[in-house]
């Protein structure tokens, strides 16, 4: 029974992963040092310790990676291949009854490594390039006191949609919250808001309102489901409406309920005139309305929800699958963030269809040899890259599917490469 990994297989496969390495890191650190020319000015005039900023550094590698994954991969084969060429090693393997495509073998098993590894960078990049924004202190150093229309992604899986902040005064309008449960046990809920105010310790807020009236309510609601995990809130008062509908029960109240202790408390969000919906599943809907609500959970200051939106490249494949759907409900047009999404797939894949070129240029013989494969390899990669750059365009104006438009410079170089592959002198 012939041996599945040859001594050749070895051979081959170093010779591929050592170019491999170096390219994988020497792109980023060149891309390291430029960048840390240009702004070393800001992050001195910050008072940043210098082991902040090379621990800043150190956090932006995986990011780079992943970007320059599929050039490592090119330069890698090119060159790999190219050698052997050169030096005849793959003619007296064709002699000796190898085919040209088990002789890429290890190469074809380095790019499947290479698309894990990016797979892997895509979820772990938005947690470390938090930490270095967190490093180059960038939420304090954001200008303006207001935004407007815009969403944020807080921990647990709750988004905020809020129309108008306001962090110099404290306020908020158009507010809504979501969280995205798992079943009865662990519901789905929507809680809404005409406004908010930041209450400080003391007990204080911006823009202070006269105590609304409330009233005592039955206690109990049968819709709930038993167990189920709902939102932690202070209300200082509710009124349920039951399940499945959007009319307030007209509950016969038999005093006026006192509203939440005006003593010095936690500092956070008081929500003002709105509702609590909870989603145990896709057939019920169990609404409640309040006059003011402290969810305890919406613990963010006014100046960090000031700090700028995530950006695709800050969260995970999932994360900011979720972040879509918030955007989706909200009205707001998501194509291009469909798009970005899919390319941190499309972009580890890249790195087999980087393959597919870079294996049948390198053995050129024709045109310039070996050299002529190089070029035409390099200048294949920047076409592709402008591609995925155009595409990103027509995706996020809805010319096409935006899914669609992340993979079509891919199935269409994979194509064109697997025919010069089949080309190739076995």
């Known amino acids: 029974m012939p041996r599945v990994v040859r001594a050749l297989d070895r051979y081959v496969f170093w010779e591929f992963f050592k170019i491999f390495v170096v390219t994988a890191f020497g792109f980023p650190v060149l891309v390291i040092v430029i960048d840390l020319t240009d702004n070393i000015d800001k992050y001195l005039n910050r008072s940043i310790p210098y082991g902040d900023i090379a621990l800043s550094y150190l956090y932006w590698l995986p990011d780079s990676m992943f970007m320059v994954l599929p050039a490592a991969v090119l330069f890698a084969t090119v060159f790999s291949i190219g050698a052997v060429t050169r030096h ?9 009854g190898i085919s040209f495509y088990r002789f890429i073998a290890p190469i074809f098993f380095g790019a499947l490594l290479a698309t894990g590894l990016g797979l892997l960078l895509g979820e772990l ?3 470390f390039n938090q930490r270095r924004l967190a490093l180059l202190q960038e939420s304090r150093f954001r200008e303006g006191t207001s935004r407007f229309n815009f969403a944020y992604s807080a921990e647990g899986g709750r988004v905020y949609k809020v ?3 306001n962090a110099e005064n404290g306020r908020m309008d158009a507010v809504e919250i979501e969280r995205k449960g798992k079943g009865p046990d662990y519901p789905t809920y929507i809680l809404s808001a005409q406004s908010a105010h930041w209450q400080s310790p003391d007990g204080k807020r911006a823009k202070p309102k006269p105590a609304p009236k409330l009233r005592s309510l039955p206690r109990g ?4 489901p038993p167990g189920a995990a709902l939102p932690a809130a202070n209300t200082a008062n509710t009124k349920s409406r039951g399940a499945a509908t959007a009319a307030k029960s007209n509950a016969d109240g038999d005093g006026v309920a006192k509203p939440a202790a005006t003593g010095p408390q936690r500092p956070g969000w008081v929500l003002v005139n709105g509702d609590l919906h909870i989603l145990p599943d896709t057939n019920r809907d169990i609404v409640f309305s309040f006059d003011s609500l402290r969810d305890r959970h919406l613990r963010e200051r006014p100046a960090d929800l000031l700090a700028t939106p995530k950006a695709p490249q800050e969260m995970g494949y999932r994360e900011l699958g979720r972040y879509i759907k918030a955007m989706e409900r909200s009205g707001a047009d998501v194509n291009e963030l469909r798009v970005e999404r899919m390319l941190k797939i499309t972009i580890p894949v890249t790195c087999i269809v980087i393959l597919l070129f870079g294996a049948p ?3 050129s013989t024709q045109r310039g040899g070996a050299a002529y494969g190089v070029g035409v390899s390099l200048g294949t990669t920047v076409i592709f890259l402008m591609l995925i750059q155009l595409m990103k365009a027509v995706g996020g104006k809805g010319l096409i599917p935006p899914d669609l438009a992340a993979w079509v410079p891919s199935i269409g170089f994979a ?3 697997t025919i010069l592959l089949a080309r190739v002198r076995t």
């Open 221 to 224: 609601n049968p819709a709930v």
């Open 125 to 127: 990049v938005p947690g």
């Open 163 to 165: 129309g108008t902040l």
């Open 88 to 96: 005849q090693e793959i003619t007296a393997a064709k002699a000796s």
């Open 415 to 417: 194509i064109v490469g």
């Open 361 to 363: 240029l390198a053995t």
